[in-house]
């Protein structure tokens, strides 16, 4: 069974520019997860869906980024404009149930660098 | 809200030896304990968690202790080899999952 696909692995983009990351998560995890890592840091959770709903987002830079989870499945986070300091790992995770007791699996990433 | 501190960040040990990380945090209705290990260029991966009635799990060579009272719990991991070197998060859940910022741990051969 495939797990957590992210694309693209790696983004180079000039600052001011738009990007989009995309997220499938394993088949019947009805919760998905974007996390931000910084070079050095653990991940910080940028949003959470259960199902289409996003149900925190209390993290997330709404002034330029959004995210999206229309048919309850995969999930799209865009970032418009960027900026030098969103470079950056952009972690996908699923999981099922609620958030209670689950067990996170993570995607290998999406790299930005911002120029 | 919820901080995790996680110690040391770095960590060098000899193929063979022990290796333990210590975490503590702060929101005493957190419940659930994550550990997660990075390889270069790969998303974290649990390797073993560990609930809030429990004190001790283990796997194989890998351990993890919990103190309620205290507010810490730890990662052991016995026999140590050089596919072990990684970095290692802590995590602990209330109401979201907060992550430690890491120990970077190098196996010697």
């Known amino acids: 069974e495939a797990g957590v696909v992210q694309s693209p692995r790696y983004k180079i983009i000039e600052k001011k520019q738009p990007v989009a990351f995309w997220c499938n998560p394993i088949?019947?995890?009805?919760?998905l997860y974007w996390y931000l890592q910084n070079l050095g840091q653990g991940p910080e959770l940028l949003i959470r869906?259960?199902?289409?709903?996003?149900?925190?987002d209390s993290q997330l830079p709404k002034d330029r980024f959004s995210a999206e989870r229309l048919k309850g499945v995969d999930s799209t986070l865009k970032i418009q404009p960027a900026e030098l300091g969103d470079s950056a790992v952009y972690l996908c995770?699923?999981?099922?149930?609620?958030?209670?007791?689950?067990?996170?699996?993570f995607g290998a990433g999406s790299r930005l660098t911002v120029l | 809200g919820e901080n995790v501190e996680q110690h040391p960040s770095t960590l060098s040990v000899q193929e063979g030896d022990s290796a333990v990380i210590k975490c503590t945090y702060s929101?005493?209705?957190?419940?659930?304990f994550p550990w997660y290990k990075q390889e270069l260029g790969k998303g974290p991966q649990l390797i073993i968690d560990?609930?809030?009635?429990?004190g001790e799990k283990k796997d194989q060579r890998i351990a993890v202790t919990l103190n309620k009272t205290a507010k810490h719990f730890s990662l052991h991991i016995t026999e140590t080899q050089p596919e072990d070197s990684a970095v290692y998060f802590c995590?602990?859940?209330?109401?979201?999952?907060?992550f430690g910022k890491g120990t970077t741990l190098s196996v010697s051969s």
């Open positions: 995770a699923s999981s099922w149930g609620h958030s209670g007791a689950n067990v996170l699996t």
């Open positions: 088949s019947g995890h009805n919760t």
């Open positions: 869906y259960e199902n289409e709903e996003a149900v925190d």
């Open positions: 929101d005493s209705a957190s419940n659930y």
């Open positions: 560990i609930r809030s009635n429990v």
């Open positions: 995590a602990a859940r209330g109401t979201a999952l907060i």
